[in-house]
T-cell receptor
Framework: DTGVSQDPRHKITKRGQNVTFRCDPI?????LYWYRQTLGQGPEFLTY????????KSRLLSDRFSAERPKGSFSTLEIQRTEQGDSAMYLC?????????????FGPGTRLTVL | ELKVEQNPLFLSMQEGKNYTIYCNYS?????LYWYRQDPGKSLESLFV?????AVKQEGRLMASLDTKARLSTLHITAAVHDLSATYFC??????????????FGSGTQLTVLP
């Protein structure tokens, strides 16, 4: 039984470059969430998908951030024109709408460093 | 806007001692989650509390929820070094499509000393 996976685990980029992260949820989970965690803080909700529909995106930090889940399986999070303030851990979580308790299972995260 | 406050933020305790971490939140919710995070690692789900008065225990950890007081506690009994980690509480509010959007506290960094 594989858990949530994320790729890459680490990304170093220069300011102004675009980056894309991938998340593969637990296979039977239809809900997928993206969070951002900065040092010393709890994760901060960014966006969420149910199947392929993005049902909540008002918390995306700016219009430089976008997410997709085209076939209702894996998801990508893209940051355009990265800034140093985007340096953080980006976490993906998944759950099943049938679980009843919305327990979210987190992936290992992608640590982004913007130079 | 929902605010979730944990205290203490830092906790050093001796092995064998007991202590409680508190999680207060500002908006009514019946869903409270506790997670553990080891340095450089992701979050591990510990407890899901679904109703007022809910109590769950796993090993040396026990979590409870008082929705009227908007308070959850994580009690540590006879601490051991392996419990050293950062503990987060998170409140689940209903979002679009009946999913729960989690709002996390800042975390409690626990260090258990020999």
């Amino acid at each position: 039984d594989t858990g949530v996976s994320q790729d890459p685990r680490h990304k170093i980029t220069k300011r102004g470059q675009n980056v894309t992260f991938r998340c593969d949820p637990i296979s039977e989970h239809n809900r997928l969430y993206w969070y951002r965690q900065t040092l010393g803080q709890g994760p901060e909700f960014l966006t969420y998908f149910q199947n392929e529909a993005q049902l909540e995106k008002s918390r995306l930090l700016s219009d430089r951030f976008s997410a997709e889940r085209p076939k209702g399986s894996f998801s990508t999070l893209e940051i355009q024109r990265t800034e140093q303030g985007d340096s953080a851990m980006y976490l993906c979580a998944s759950t099943s709408s049938g679980s009843g308790n919305n327990e979210q299972f987190f992936g290992p995260g992608t640590r982004l460093t913007v130079l | 806007e929902l605010k979730v406050e944990q205290n203490p933020l830092f906790l050093s305790m001796q092995e064998g001692k007991n202590y409680t971490i508190y999680c207060n939140y500002s908006t009514t919710s019946d869903r409270l989650y506790w997670y553990r995070q080891d340095p450089g690692k992701s979050l591990e789900s510990l407890f899901v509390l679904l109703s007022n008065g809910a109590v769950k225990q796993e090993g040396r950890l026990m979590a409870s929820l008082d929705t009227k007081a908007r308070l959850s506690t994580l009690h540590i009994t006879a601490a051991v070094h392996d419990l050293s980690a950062t503990y987060f509480c998170a409140v689940g509010l209903v979002s679009s499509g009946s999913a729960r959007q989690l709002t996390f506290g800042s975390g409690t960094q626990l260090t258990v000393l020999p």
